[in-house]
Antibody, heavy 117, light 110 residues
Framework: EVQLLESGGGLGQPGESLRLSCAAS????????MGWVRQAPGEGLEWISS????????LYADSVKGRFTISRDDSKNTLHLQINSLRADDTAAYYC??????????WGQGILVTVSS | QSALTQPRSVSGSPGQSVTISCTGT?????????VSWYQQHPGKAPKLMIY???KRPSGVPDRFSGSKSGNTASLTISGLQAEDEADYYC??????????FGIGTKVTVL
């Protein structure tokens, strides 16, 4: 059974940094692209970043480009999202997802990031 | 990339059918067969319901079906049930590891 478990969220002040992690199990992690999707309170889903299996290709939405960095550690079956220069509009639930042939087929339970002074 | 266009809400009585449209462009919905649909109940993670426009993952009831014509995809829920009340999001692959979501549709079972 595929399991994805996010961690590292919480309260951050504007301008600070935060690192989210997603521990994966139940599949050959290194063989799959992974992604991050966020959802601001009361809003819809927003894809923000993807990384290829093996990590050679990374992609970002314009809304986070330059501030967010996606990475993976295939030896630990873990996906990361580094968030720098936190802004109020980064407040959201962040989901990691396993990508497969054009779909996000498994999702974590989500982790909340709140940006407030 | 702009979000795909969906109706904000649709509703139907139990047993009826509802259809949700999802309109994009030739760079996303119209350009790929990788359209997927996700169901999200309040406070829960999204769940994949349809992928590759028409396919259902194991365990998804066959009441859920998908289709596409040109730049518009659709999700139909037949035989609406109370547990189908949720938010539904379409999503299109739009290039190498790039995805774009719809704005979401709230389905209400009357």
């Amino acid at each position: 059974e595929v399991q994805l478990l996010e961690s590292g969220g919480g309260l951050g002040q504007p301008g600070e940094s935060l690192r989210l992690s997603c521990a994966a199990s139940g599949f050959t992690f290194s063989s799959y692209a992974m992604g991050w999707v966020r959802q601001a309170p009361g809003e819809g889903l927003e894809w923000i970043s993807s990384i290829s299996g093996g990590g050679g290709v990374t992609l970002y939405a314009d809304s986070v480009k330059g501030r967010f960095t996606i990475s993976r550690d295939d030896s630990k079956n873990t996906l990361h999202l580094q968030i720098n220069s936190l802004r109020a509009d980064d407040t959201a639930a962040y989901y990691c997802a396993k990508a497969n042939s054009g779909r996000l087929e498994n999702w974590g339970q989500g982790i909340l990031v709140t940006v407030s002074s | 990339q702009s979000a795909l266009t969906q109706p904000r809400s649709v509703s139907g009585s139990p047993g009826q059918s509802v259809t949700i449209s999802c309109t994009g462009t030739s760079s996303d919905v119209g350009g790929y067969t990788y359209v997927s649909w996700y169901q999200q109940h309040p406070g829960k993670a999204p769940k994949l319901m349809i992928y590759d426009v028409t396919k259902r993952p194991s365990g998804v009831p066959d009441r859920f079906s998908g289709s596409k014509s040109g730049n518009t995809a659709s999700l139909t829920i037949s035989g609406l049930q109370a547990e189908d009340e949720a938010d539904y999001y379409c999503c299109s692959y739009a290039g190498t590891y790039f995805y774009v979501f719809g704005i979401g549709t709230k389905v209400t079972v009357l």
